[in-house]
């Protein structure tokens, strides 16, 4: 049988966690996060990593592995997923890759594209956009400048809007990035998991009154001398620091919280249909997924 990477994306709160778990039972192999959130040891609660339970019951990798305080990107996940890959293939046929991070997906299927040097001075006059007129003004600017390159940037993340803004003027000023994929010695076949919008946005808004209960609050209070660390820049702890700052109330940043969780999601969907269109299940509907497994 050919080596198979078996990718179940989708939005945030779709069910993508329980349903790799089920995948994996029955195909008797592991799964590997491609969810950058889920990378960091100090931060579970908002970054909804998967339960102990969970994670007793089928091996995962790349959870819970590097501290905020090491700096990783896209182009490492690659090389760490790839190297994982090929131990895991000398054992199993399939193996399952989860997750709702476009970029950290896309490194690992196809490799990245080039992408231009920083620019030094846009980047000081981005960051002092950023310090006069917040993170609104950069999110403004990256829709004007580049509304598809928006739908997978992390917009509540100002670091990923700068550089999305960088890499948008970048290509506005002549410069064409090498798109060529990156082969692979395995095939990948990619499935997203939906739900109807507004049983989505449900769960999302009901997921965030449970990490409440589970204790965000306090994860995101003993976070706050590493608030501006990158691993700190998304969405469920930036909305906490500015209460803890008394920008907001307490309930308007857990509304901010599920609004922004919204946006995500709708801007994860986007990018779903455009760069895996075909295959797509409700999580609880599954059964015709093991035809697209046959060796063709």
């Not at 490194?107 to 609104?136: C, Q």
């Not at 700052?245 to 986007?270: C, G, P, S, V």
């Not at 075909?278 to 060796?295: A, T, V, Y």
């Amino acid at each position: 049988m050919t080596k198979t990477l078996l990718c179940i994306l989708g939005p945030t709160a779709v069910g993508k966690t329980a349903a790799a778990i089920r995948l994996a039972q029955q195909l008797n192999t592991e799964i590997i996060s491609a969810d950058s959130r889920q990378f960091y040891q100090e931060v579970s609660i908002g970054t909804a990593k998967p339960s102990k339970v969970e994670l007793d019951a089928i091996p995962h990798h790349f959870i819970g592995h590097l501290s905020i305080h090491q700096p990783y990107s896209a182009g490492d996940f690659e090389r760490d997923a790839l190297a994982k890959l090929e131990q895991l293939f000398t054992k199993h046929d399939v193996v399952i890759a989860v997750g709702g991070s476009g970029l950290y997906v896309k490194a690992l299927v196809d490799g990245l594209d080039d992408m231009p040097k920083a620019d030094e001075a846009l980047r000081i006059e981005l960051n002092e956009v950023y310090a006069t007129a917040g993170i609104a003004a950069l999110q403004q600017r990256l829709l004007q400048l580049n509304p598809d390159l928006a739908n997978y940037t992390e917009m509540q993340n100002p670091q990923r809007v700068m550089r999305a803004i960088e890499i948008a003027i970048a290509k506005e000023n002549g410069f064409i990035p090498n798109s060529k994929k990156n082969p692979r010695n395995f095939r990948t076949i990619k499935v997203v998991l939906n739900l109807p919008r507004e049983q989505l946005y449900q769960r999302i808004n009901l997921r965030v009154d449970s990490m409440m209960e589970q204790g965000l609050l306090e994860e995101a209070r003993s976070m706050i001398p590493y608030q501006d660390f990158y691993a700190l820049q998304t969405v469920g702890y930036k909305e906490l620091f500015d209460y803890f700052d008394q920008k907001h109330t307490l309930q308007e940043a857990i509304n901010l919280i599920k609004q922004h969780t919204r946006n995500y999601a709708k801007r994860q969907l986007t990018w779903f249909k455009k760069e895996a269109p075909d295959n797509w299940f409700e999580p609880d509907k599954l059964d015709g997924l093991f035809d697209l497994l046959k060796d063709k």
